[in-house]
């Protein structure tokens, strides 16, 4: 695998390729990471990992000094799974001056769930996923399905800005008791682990409940919130949403069988998590 820090160095190793596959990643790598690897193969060739903590997602109370750094670890992972390039630029690379060009969601879509309680976190992962894109001109880019939101937030930049790039879903990983793989698992206690997979058996809850009419989405969500939060938790949003806009369902939408899926951020401890689980 080679490694390179510098956007011409990338361009130089990749001049030529029409069929690059592309992963973008803020490294800490784990089993969920490994699998989008796993797809992009299937999706192009060469395989292109990014490793970028990026700032611009960040709020000010948000964890970007304490973000787990193990590029050690990640490179010997990336390289087993036979990644042609990892592109790993410094700060100084991809914002070599205040990045001032944005991209600014739309507010219906950016600005609610994870937007609403992380003002501006979309307009830092379309701006750098954008510029990553630039650098690596990828035919296709892989997203997991955990972060159900950023994949929608992508795609829709990418069929608004006509941009060649496919984007390609991938499921999300879970560990054997149903938690979802993410790299802020491993902030959480011994406690604190056990407890998460509730997190998946309360959207479980919500699906069922949904799927069976028994009471309105809305109380359903409520009655989860409050479930939740009595066992310590603190949510921000469990939400039931249509699969094709994170718009909330009409009850006649819900009766009449519209796609749909449930969408939780809840923190536990000092650690928050999100999930989400199609219905
Ligand atoms: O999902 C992530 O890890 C990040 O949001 C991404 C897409 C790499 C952009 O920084």
Same mark, same amino acid.
């Not at 600005?111 to 750098?128: K, W």
């Given at each position: ?15 030529? /390729? ?47 000094? %304490?973000? #787990? ?7 010997? %992972? ?10 790993? #630029?410094?700060? *100084? ?11 600014? #969601? ?8 994870? =937007? ?10 379309? !701006?750098?996923?954008? *510029? ?12 997991? *399905?955990?972060?159900?939101? /950023? ?61 069976? =009419? ?27 949403? *249509? ?5 909330? #369902? !009409?009850?006649?939408?819900?009766? /009449? ?13 000092? !650690? ?8």
């Amino acid at each position: 695998m080679k490694i390179v820090t510098t956007i011409d160095e990338l361009r130089g190793q990749l001049s030529g /390729q029409l069929r690059t596959a592309f992963v973008p990643t803020m490294g800490n790598l784990h089993e969920g990471h490994l699998s989008l690897m796993r797809l992009a193969s299937r999706h192009g060739d060469p395989v292109v990992a990014s490793i970028f903590v990026n700032r611009l997602q960040f709020g000010p109370n948000e964890d970007f000094d %304490k973000y #787990p750094r193990t590029f050690e670890a990640d490179c010997e %992972k990336l390289a087993r799974e036979g990644v042609y390039v990892l592109f790993a #630029p410094d700060e *100084k690379e991809l914002y070599p001056e205040p990045q001032e060009y944005r991209v600014q #969601p739309p507010h219906d879509l950016g600005d609610i769930l994870e =937007g609403h309680f992380r003002p501006g976190f979309f307009v830092g992962v379309s !701006t750098v996923v954008l *510029k990553l894109f630039s650098c690596v001109q990828p035919r296709a880019a892989v997203f997991g *399905k955990k972060d159900y939101q /950023q994949l929608m937030v992508i795609r829709n930049m990418c069929r608004q800005l006509a941009l060649p790039t496919q984007i390609v879903a991938a499921e999300t990983v879970r560990a054997e008791d149903g938690l979802a793989l993410s790299s802020r698992n491993g902030y959480l206690s011994a406690a604190e682990r056990a407890e998460a997979p509730q997190l998946l058996r309360m959207l479980n809850r919500v699906a069922e409940r949904v799927r069976a =009419g028994d009471g309105t989405v809305q109380s359903i969500e409520q009655d989860v919130m409050t479930e939740i939060g009595a066992r310590g938790w603190k949510p921000d949003y469990i939400s039931v949403r *249509k699969r094709m806009n994170l718009r909330p #369902p !009409t009850e006649a939408e819900v009766q /009449q069988g519209e796609p749909l899926v449930v969408l939780a951020a809840a923190r536990l401890g000092a !650690t928050r998590l999100i999930d989400n689980l199609e219905i």
